[in-house]
Nanobody, 128 residues
Framework: QVLLVESGGGLVQPGGSLRLSCAAP????????MAWFRRAPGKEREGVSC????????YYAGSVKGRFTISRDKVENTFYLEMNNLKPEDTAVYYC?????????????????????WGQGTQVTVSS
């Protein structure tokens, strides 16, 4: 059973925008680290962004910094990835994930999240 429910993917032209959502219907996101990963065919999984569950700090991969923004809505118990100025190389299946803050990375919130909860994935395709 999938504990995180993703939505918002789709087909967009280069330069366009999408907003991905990750909802947790069965548990509260309070005190959890939240993250977005992506996986493109033939490539390794890449950590895109995260929001710390301990101090609220954020991390962005260099390839998306300045274009993507991670945020959380406490009332809706949902977190988001706003993606602007999308590029063809952003094409991938995007996964949201949560994990306990004690399993965050050493220097940022981006641990591997292997022991956490994951969404089902949503396809983002950037193409003309």
């Amino acid at each position: 059973q999938v504990l995180l429910v993703e939505s918002g993917g789709g087909l967009v032209q280069p330069g366009g925008s999408l907003r991905l959502s990750c909802a947790a219907p069965d548990f509260t996101l309070d005190f959890y680290a939240m993250a977005w990963f992506r996986r493109a065919p033939g490539k390794e999984r890449e950590g895109v962004s995260c929001l710390s569950g301990s101090d609220g700090s954020t991390y962005y991969a260099g390839s998306v910094k300045g274009r993507f923004t991670i945020s959380r809505d406490k009332v809706e118990n949902t977190f988001y990835l706003e993606m602007n100025n999308l590029k063809p190389e952003d094409t991938a299946v995007y996964y949201c994930a949560t994990d306990l803050p004690e399993r965050e990375g050493k220097t940022s919130c981006l641990g591997d999240f292997s022991s956490g909860n994951w969404g089902q994935g949503t396809q983002v395709t950037v193409s003309s």
